[in-house]
Nanobody, 120 residues
């Protein structure tokens, strides 16, 4: 039912910045915990950042001080502002929504990803 569509990825030089966006369908976006994850070829998918409906954030140590996750509940959109990009940030970035539904059931939905390539 709910769908996530990422955008904003592309090619950027080391030291540059990009802003990723994730637009969500559905009517309960404000209740979702949203996250950004990334996966490089041959590597494990890893957490980048999360943000709760109330705005509490969490970041991987590797991106602290460089990336900022934010959300605009009125627009059903979560953002990842990436700065001081490094070649190690090259990956496909995925948006994730998770929530507890009826009867306490857990749900999660992933976007299809947007690739980010940082050249050095």
């Amino acid at each position: 039912q709910v769908q996530l569509v990422e955008s904003g990825g592309g090619l950027v030089q080391a030291g540059g910045s990009l802003r990723l966006s994730c637009a969500a369908s559905g009517s309960i976006f404000s209740l979702y915990t949203m996250g950004w994850y990334r996966q490089a070829p041959g590597k494990q998918r890893e957490l980048v950042a999360t943000i709760t409906g109330g705005g509490s954030t969490n970041y991987a140590d590797s991106v602290k001080g460089r990336f900022i996750i934010s959300r605009d509940n009125a627009k059903n959109t979560v953002y990842l502002q990436m700065g001081s990009l490094k070649s190690e940030d090259t990956a496909v970035y995925y948006c994730k929504a998770e929530w507890l539904g009826e009867y306490g059931r857990y749900f999660e939905v992933w976007g299809q990803g947007t690739p980010v390539t940082v050249s050095s």
